[in-house]
């Protein structure tokens, strides 16, 4: 037990020698160990990955300090340290916002070639805002008609039932409150981060939400499972499509959910 004792601390000053940074200074505190105090909330984002963007895909990664990204909201929720929260996307100067509960990248599909802009705001567990970054860049011309991701090369198993989702409509107390807050589940498919082409052949199936507001030509996805929020649209009547995407984003079902905001 001694030799080992020994071992690990060589390791260690070998770790602390090269500034290899330690599991705490990325992931932040043990969410188990309840906290005093904390650092401020930050955000770190990257710009879109090149390769998909030339492809028409927005892929935008980010990573975010002295606070999780959780799908718990409320203002006691709010108190709670080591810091819970979520984010708040803005495309091009929209006056609502889409909320992503996921620390998996961002995702935007099908956006017209020119220059656009995204603003992610870091929000605790209440929606208060706590810090944000502004991504800009600009979607190439495409020639060619609009191709999907990585072409599927490989057939998922004829064997699995066809994929289903399932859409509860809008809460109407929070629509009241112009939070469009939609549950859904789906069948014979998980929701899960994993992309690409390898991907179908995985059983059972895993695949994604795409997100379409009213009749829009771009639409968000979310592979976070979690209930699908909207918030601070406009009083009067709106759509929400929502489809089941494959891994490869291929379109396996969707559903359409009319809904009215109240003035308030």
Do not use: C
Not at 83 to 98: E, F, M, N, S, Y
Not at 174 to 190: H, K, M, P, S
């Amino acid at each position: 037990m001694k030799a080992l004792h020994l071992t690990l601390g060589g390791v260690m000053a070998g770790l602390l020698t090269v500034g290899v940074p330690t599991a705490r200074e990325i992931v932040g505190p043990a969410a188990v160990v309840p906290l005093v105090e904390q650092a401020p909330a930050n955000i770190i984002i990257d710009p879109p990955l090149p390769g998909q963007l030339a492809n028409g895909l927005v892929v935008i990664q980010y990573r975010t300090e002295n606070l999780r990204i959780l799908p718990v909201f409320g203002l006691s929720a709010a108190a709670v340290l080591p810091r819970i929260g979520h984010l708040h996307v803005t495309l091009d100067d929209a006056p609502w916002h889409w909320v992503h509960t996921s620390a998996e990248e961002l995702i935007v599909n099908d956006l017209p070639p020119g220059p656009h802009k995204i603003l992610i705001e870091l929000a605790n567990a209440n929606h208060a805002p706590l810090a944000q970054g502004v991504v800009e860049f600009e979607v190439p011309q495409r020639s060619h008609v609009r191709e999907k991701l990585g072409a599927a090369h490989v057939v998922p198993s004829a064997e699995q039932p066809p994929a289903k989702i399932i859409i509860d409509p809008p809460q109407p107390d929070r629509l009241a409150r112009g939070v469009v807050f939609i549950q859904y589940r789906t069948e014979n498919l998980q929701i899960l981060p994993v992309f690409g082409p390898a991907a179908l052949a995985v059983a059972p199936r895993i695949g994604h939400i795409h997100v379409t507001l009213n009749d829009a030509p771009w639409r968000w996805a979310d592979a976070s499972g979690g209930p699908l929020i909207v918030s601070d649209l406009a009083p009067g009547p709106h759509k929400i499509q929502i489809e089941l995407a494959s891994a490869n984003h291929e379109p396996l079902a969707q559903s359409v959910v009319e809904f009215e905001v109240p003035r308030r």
